[in-house]
């Protein structure tokens, strides 16, 4: 049983920054952020593979950057340059072979 835990959200600023960060437990191939805004589908921000191939919505190249930890079992989305269009709940999300788990999604907030 995959677990997630989300942490990093919160009320930022635009122009400012946060970094997300999620958890896992289990042995786990890609992992990935995915986000709903307000009147929006969930759409994928970024993922990255076990061997650090990483995919990026285009609305947050050249701002978001993706890494992850294999040895933690640890996948980190560093946002800057955030705009009020960003602000949404977050999700964490874990392949698995077979299967997937999600995180219960943490509030990003861009505001001034």
């Known amino acids: 049983q995959v677990q997630l835990v989300e942490s990093g959200g919160g009320l930022v600023q635009p122009g400012g920054s946060l970094r997300l960060s999620c958890a896992a437990s289990g042995y786990i191939n890609a992992m990935g952020w995915y986000r709903r805004a307000p009147g929006k589908q969930r759409e994928l921000v970024a993922r990255i593979t076990r061997g650090g191939i990483t995919n990026y919505a285009d609305s947050v190249k050249g701002r978001f950057t993706i890494s992850r930890d294999n040895a933690k079992n640890t996948v980190y989305l560093q946002m800057n340059s955030l705009k009020p269009e960003d602000t949404a709940v977050y999700y964490c999300?874990?392949?698995?072979?077979?299967?997937?788990?999600w995180g219960q999604g943490t509030q990003v907030t861009v505001s001034s």
């Open positions: 999300n874990a392949e698995r072979l077979p299967g997937e788990n």
